[in-house]
């Protein structure tokens, strides 16, 4: 007889080996049963876990219950009342579809079940335990659903010890709970451990529910986001650019209450908030997604966090769209404060350990006569750098005041760099640099959107010696270059010649402006930073520099022009374009100078001096 080498596995292995792509950790154990508790409709669900979820999990929620019937089938495998057919499958409302879980929990754990039906006089009790026939009993309890499961994986010992320590098995469970805190404002959570309660949350709006989480003061700076495009609705918020991270928590993406992780909607976000976040820091944000399940698979992975759009690209517009609109209805401008308890004057040391006050704000010194009793004038002249003059903040404003609109209001540039003008509240200072490259960052990259770029033809084409790899580089970005408005022509022996070049390019300078980009990274798609990087960089060496002098017209042409921009407050690469000096700051400027040694306060990185 020849031999076999194959067999059926037995049930309870085929289980165990199709337990671990659902259940990794007591952590993928909770986030089951509590999907099961929010898709019977349960507005409350609170859970226990002892031993970080290795003794005991414990879930109980106030939904539907379970009839005897379907209690005895609910562990087998690929038992659901959720789907019925494929078809189905395309039309998922509910968070739980495959059928798997509770067989998979039982499969590696004792596990119990009560529940009880708001219509049975009596409810129910499931015991299981691997490799022996569930038992059934009349319980009698709340209407609602309890699942217990005890000793996890006690059964699984190849398993049980890749659990990490219990500290970090806990705090999966919180991220889990946080998320579902999250993603169901209108549920009730409850998180206990075996000592205490550690999470109660009320029903409530998202942004309480983010305050009640991670602190009012970063629920302070939250913007809110609503829109709908093509048949995506996005709701919930971004945070303020000042409140970004370096590290990628509070992040939340929810595809119809569904906590998903996607990489494309992510970088959808960062491409909003380009320019707008220090680079290696990244914004958080809580963003709901609600679409027609028909046009999204989420049966992608068993854990059913990641998924699929039918239109990936559509929904990562739909993302960026959202989030460009609300941070452009939120205008945000920089004020310059300077903070209240502050004096005016800091007291710094000479080379020789003298002491010295200085003007916080410009950085002279000032030489009051009281100090040591030294002769007025006796100090040395010069300028002490100003350290910590001023706090910065980026407040939301609605629009740049109405005063630039006004064609009498006054304008002074300033050391041929500044534009400083006189507003109700204050003085607005620009940086006509870093303005100007505001104005031409958008122009260009709308020119390259809309695919209408002005090319100015050159008087004489301008041959370029090019190195080979500065050709292929050529020919890599030959279509960017011209959705821009350089017109470049391939020679007959090889190389190239520019024709036109973009209308706002400073004359003479073509070539080496041409150069640079070519020296900057790739060429990609419209949404890639690289993309934007190249057009920064264009826009950087195209404007006005400072030194530069500008008639009243120009500055007023330029503040126009500022005005118009979908973000006027920062520069592509992140610095303010208009700063505020607050009239009451001013004012404060002026006061007495406070008496040295009675309460003045060092500026930060200014060491105490000893009188
Ligand atoms: P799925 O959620 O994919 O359907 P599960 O194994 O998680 O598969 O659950 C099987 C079935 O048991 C569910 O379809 C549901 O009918 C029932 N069930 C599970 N948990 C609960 C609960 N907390 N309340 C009511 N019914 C539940
Ligand atoms: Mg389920």
């Given at each position: ?518 020296a900057v990274g790739d060429a990609e798609t419209a949404e890639s930073p690289k993309l934007d990087r190249l057009i920064a960089t264009l826009a950087c060496r195209a404007a006005i520099k400072a030194g530069q002098t500008l008639s009243e017209q120009e500055m007023k042409a330029l503040l126009q ?51």
């Open positions: 007889m020849e031999e076999q080498h194959i067999w059926i596995l037995p049930d309870l292995i085929a289980s165990q080996i199709a337990a671990g792509e659902v259940v990794q950790r007591p952590e993928s154990v909770v986030k089951e049963l509590v999907e099961n508790a929010l898709d019977a409709g349960a507005d409350t669900v609170a859970v226990t876990v002892h031993g970080a979820g290795k003794r005991l999990i414990h879930v109980v929620d106030n939904g539907s219950g379970m009839s005897r019937a379907d209690l005895a089938l609910c562990i087998r495998r690929h038992a659901t009342s959720k789907i019925r057919t494929l078809e189905d499958l395309y039309r998922i409302r509910t968070l739980g579809f495959r059928g798997e879980a509770l067989a998979s929990i039982a499969a590696v754990a004792q596990l119990e079940i009560r529940t009880r039906r708001a219509d049975a006089p009596v409810g129910w009790r499931l015991l299981s335990e691997p490799e022996t026939e569930p038992r059934i009993e009349p319980y009698a309890g709340e209407v609602g659903t309890q699942v217990l499961v005890r000793n996890l994986f006690y059964n699984v010992p190849a398993r049980r010890k890749f659990l990490r320590s219990e500290l970090t098995e806990f705090r999966l469970i919180a991220d889990t709970m946080t998320r579902f805190v999250l993603g169901h404002p209108l549920v009730r959570f409850l998180l206990s451990d075996e000592h205490s309660l550690i999470l109660d949350v009320a029903p409530g709006r998202l942004e309480e529910r983010f305050a009640t989480l991670f602190g009012s003061e970063l629920a302070e700076r939250l913007l809110p986001v609503n829109a709908d495009y093509e048949g995506f609705r996005i709701w919930g918020f971004v945070g303020h650019p000042e409140c970004a991270r370096p590290v990628r928590t509070h992040q939340f993406f929810f595809l119809n209450g569904r906590w998903i992780s996607h990489r494309g909607l992510s970088h959808a976000v960062y491409t909003a908030y380009e320019h707008l976040l220090e680079s290696g820091t990244y914004p958080l944000f809580v963003l709901h997604l609600e679409v027609d399940p028909e046009r999204v698979d989420v049966n992608v992975h068993p854990q059913k966090h990641e998924v699929k759009f039918e239109d990936e690209r559509q929904a990562f517009s739909a993302v960026l769209q959202a989030v460009r609109e609300t941070l452009g209805r939120h205008h945000l401008a920089l004020t310059v404060s300077l903070q209240a308890a502050a004096p005016p004057l800091v007291v710094e040391r000479t080379e020789e350990g003298q002491p010295l006050l200085v003007n916080r704000l410009t950085g002279e010194l000032v030489a009051p006569q009281h100090i040591e009793g030294r002769p007025r004038g006796a100090f040395p002249t010069g300028r002490v750098h100003p350290r910590g003059t001023a706090s910065v903040q980026l407040l939301p404003q609605p629009q740049i005041s109405p005063e630039l609109t006004e064609p009498s209001y006054r304008c002074w540039q300033v050391h041929n760099t500044y534009i400083f003008w006189e507003t109700a509240e204050g003085v607005r200072i620009v940086d006509q640099h870093v303005a100007h490259e505001r104005i031409l960052y958008e122009r260009f990259r709308r020119a390259w959107e809309e695919k209408r770029a002005v090319p100015q033809r050159l008087l004489l084409p301008l041959p370029l010696p090019l190195e080979p790899a500065q050709l292929a580089r050529v020919e890599e970005l030959w279509e960017f270059l011209h959705g821009l408005g350089f017109e470049l022509q391939r020679l007959p022996h090889g190389g190239v010649e520019l024709a036109a070049v973009p209308a706002d390019l400073p004359a003479g300078q073509e070539e080496e402006i041409l150069r640079e980009l070519l022009e500022l005005q118009q921009c979908f973000l006027p407050y920062v520069c592509p690469h992140g610095r303010p374009v208009v700063v505020e000096l607050h009239r009451r700051d001013l004012d404060r400027l002026f006061e007495r100078p406070p008496v040295p040694g009675a309460g003045v306060e060092p500026a930060r990185g200014v060491r105490p001096t000893g009188f």
